[in-house]
């Protein structure tokens, strides 16, 4: 029986490199897999998955109002891919992650999301919520904070290096870097932030 499995963590775990290695490996096995990524992020142009070690391949780009089973993941199982793989799950729609689960369930067609667990400020993504609500089976993947601890926020930094404590949840581009933290230092990162900005 097919599952839906989402792969979550904070930034910089690695997690898009994770992806296009499973696909590899699926691939190597003579089995096809249909890479989807989310229309919201476009840093690479539409239709590819990039990880930050530069290693990238082609996808289909949904967007959150899109019919994702009749589009893509009717034709998928019809085609006979082996999975499914969706990049930046954390953009995706509750409609989009209920079209998903639909597939799994009704195709049989297995399918892996990879995405954020919460945004700069702690809070769910609506596409996280949907598929630790909705998902079969969950993974973190790991990665650390500069304490050595387990590092599951992530903090936004301005140009200057400061740490933003307000803004919009997504926003793609500009110069803001995002650095992967443990609880405890997000949350005295945002209280200096706060304390500065009053
Ligand atoms: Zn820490």
């Given at each position: 029986m097919a599952k839906l499995h989402y792969i979550y963590s904070t930034m910089g775990a690695g997690k898009t490199l994770n992806l296009i290695q499973t696909a590899f490996n699926y691939e190597e096995r003579g089995m096809q897999t249909l890479l989807l990524t989310t229309a919201i992020d476009d840093r690479y142009g539409k239709g590819k998955i990039t990880s930050r070690l530069g290693v990238s391949r082609d996808a289909h780009v949904f967007s959150p109002d899109q019919d994702l089973y009749s589009d893509h993941l009717v034709p998928a199982a019809q085609a006979g891919f082996a999975c499914v793989l969706i990049d930046?799950?954390?953009?995706?729609s509750r409609r989009n992650v209920e079209d998903l689960a639909r597939a799994v369930d009704t195709l049989n067609l297995p399918a892996m999301v990879w995405g954020l667990r919460t945004d700069f400020l702690g809070n769910p993504f609506e596409g996280s919520a949907a598929l630790f609500a909705l998902a079969d089976e969950l993974r973190e993947m790991r990665t650390l904070c500069h304490c050595g601890k387990k590092a599951t926020m992530v903090l936004r930094s301005d140009a200057d290096g400061n740490a933003v404590s307000?803004?919009?949840?997504v926003q793609i581009g500009g110069n803001d870097s995002y650095t992967p933290v443990c609880r405890k230092h997000w949350a005295q990162s945002i209280a200096q932030s706060r304390a500065k900005s009053t």
């Open positions: 930046e799950g954390q953009f995706m307000e803004g919009p949840q």
